[in-house]
């Protein structure tokens, strides 16, 4: 997470109502992570509550969870990607899942390790059509 958001992905995610933005649950845990295993000082305190911010207020009641059915999901998807020859990590498979479970689109600047997971892909970053 950056001190300071890109301008790009600013304008991509404010063109979309506010309920129609989600972050997987394996997201925020990934954020709160990032953070905490950062050394303490001003750049952890500040992200921290950036993150704090962003889960309490950006994302209240907007957070898609790993249940049941993303977890079968998960065991179709890892399975699928080992059987290619190209292992997915533990998190993004669970944060594919997550999509599939709830039909959402990603929206990642990391759509290589995503593709073939059977969910819609967006990279704002780039040029923001569908994958």
Same mark, same amino acid.
């Not at 950056?2 to 997987?24: G, H, L, N, S």
């Not at 599939?100 to 040029?127: E, S």
């Given at each position: 997470?950056? $001190? ?26 990934? @954020? ?14 500040? @992200? &921290?509550?950036?993150? &704090? ?6 994302? $209240? ?5 790993? /249940? ?23 998190? /993004? ?9 709830? &039909? ?28």
């Amino acid at each position: 997470m950056r $001190q300071v958001p890109d301008d790009t992905v600013v304008r991509w995610v404010d063109q979309y109502p506010a309920d129609e933005v989600f972050i997987t649950a394996v997201t925020a845990a990934e @954020l709160v992570y990032g953070v905490a295993r950062l050394p303490d000082g001003q750049r952890k305190t500040l @992200l &921290a509550a950036r993150v &704090a911010e962003l889960l309490a207020e950006d994302f $209240q009641d907007q957070v898609l969870p790993f /249940d049941g059915v993303a977890a079968e999901y998960y065991g179709e998807i890892a399975a699928t990607r080992e059987e290619q020859g190209r292992p997915i990590s533990m998190a /993004d498979a669970q944060i594919a899942a997550v999509c599939r479970r709830y &039909a959402a689109r990603l929206a990642t600047r990391n759509t290589k390790d995503f593709i073939g997971t059977g969910i819609t892909l967006l990279d704002p970053w780039g040029d923001a059509s569908e994958l």
